[in-house]
């Protein structure tokens, strides 16, 4: 029986191992795929910068004679972005800010680039990107490929303008706060330049974007109202359970009765597995029963003289090993600790008068 622990242990220790190591692998890919599509994402637009000013210096100096770049698949759609350089890479979760304070209906604006200063609406949140997107903010011209040009609603539309996804670092939230005390004094708008979440956690409706969590001012402490969220607008089909069902009490807990029947456990985890916590009384018991006949055996089996000498000096020297352990030390043994520490301490004296006398 003691084997069939020890073999349970070593189990469960070397899955709880293996399942650290993998998570630290994944995380480590999903850093390394998280820096490549960045570093894609980022060459890709630099690239397109680049060739589009070398474009415009061209089309100056030349005048009447530039060439006409809307050419083969360029028609009606030069000078746009492809769609999978207007979509930001998926951050790691282990990079993620832990609470998100951005939430539909917003305001925000811009701290940095080409809008820097503009206000905005925030119309999506982002969690696994880090980005929110915000109408009438970052703007840009999406080239539609041409599968995709009938789902756009027209026939041979080629470019749709869309906001594209702005990171969290890049905008800061507007809140509108009075300076008086009074409710009659107009508010003004500040810009937060730092915030945080935490407690209290509030309940929301199933569906709603708003975070469960309370943000506040950074510094300040004061709680920042979250915007009113629209309504879910959800829409019954034909496969959807009925309300009436899902609010239907089908189980009441009472501490007399065992919530699942006691054999549930063998439909999740073998029977006789190691790394299971608990078998049954009739496989322990034939456990133990093997334990015993094993021994019986050990003892039983043939020795020569010598083997039995051996053994017999083995238990001796077992016994004598426990009962030293149990008595500690000797009186002779502590005696000779005392007389080797004294001569060791007598030793370094005489040492240092010597130096000293040298000195």
């Not at 890709?44 to 210096?57: L, M, S, T, V, Y």
């Not at 935490?198 to 709680?223: A, K, M």
């Not at 001569?343 to 370094?348: D, E, I, T, V």
């Amino acid at each position: 029986m003691q084997k069939v622990l020890r073999q349970q242990i070593l189990t469960r220790n070397q899955g709880l191992k293996r399942a650290k190591d993998r998570s630290i692998r994944k995380s480590r890919a999903d850093a390394s795929e998280y820096r490549a599509a960045d570093i894609h994402r980022l060459r890709g637009n630099a690239a397109n910068i680049r060739a589009e000013r070398k474009h415009r210096r061209e089309d100056w100096f030349m005048g009447a004679l530039a060439p006409n770049r809307e050419y083969g698949n360029n028609v009606g759609s030069y000078g746009t972005v492809e769609p999978e350089n207007s979509q930001a890479p998926t951050v790691p979760p282990e990079k993620r800010v832990k609470f998100v304070n951005f939430a539909y209906g917003d305001r925000v604006v811009m701290i940095d680039g080409r809008e820097k200063g503009k206000i905005g609406e925030v119309r999506k949140v982002d969690r696994e990107t880090q980005t929110v997107t915000c109408d009438a903010l970052n703007m840009v011209d999406i080239k539609i490929p041409p599968w995709a040009q009938n789902r756009a609603g027209a026939a041979g539309l080629k470019i749709q303008q869309m906001p594209s996804p702005i990171p969290f670092s890049s905008v800061r939230l507007v809140v509108p706060m009075s300076d008086s005390a009074d409710p009659s004094t107009p508010s003004r708008e500040y810009i937060v330049r730092a915030m945080h979440g935490g407690e209290p956690f509030e309940e929301r409706d199933h569906g709603s974007p708003i975070p469960r969590h309370t943000r506040y001012i950074s510094g300040l402490g004061l709680p920042i109202p979250w915007p009113n969220a629209p309504p879910a607008d959800f829409k019954m089909e034909d496969m959807d359970t009925p309300r009436r069902m899902v609010e239907e009490i089908t189980f009441v807990p009472d501490l007399g009765v065992m919530p699942m029947p006691g054999d549930a456990v063998n439909e999740v985890v073998n029977k006789y597995a190691r790394a299971r916590r608990r078998h049954d009384a009739d496989w322990v018991r034939e456990k133990v029963q093997e334990d015993v006949k094993n021994s019986w055996v050990k003892q039983r089996r043939v020795l020569t003289p010598q083997a039995e000498f051996w053994e017999r000096e083995n238990q001796k020297r077992e016994k004598e090993r426990e009962e030293r352990e149990r008595e500690g030390l000797s009186d002779d043994t502590i005696a000779l600790i005392k007389e080797a520490q004294g001569l060791s301490l007598k030793g370094r004296g005489e040492t240092s008068k010597e130096q000293k006398i040298a000195a």
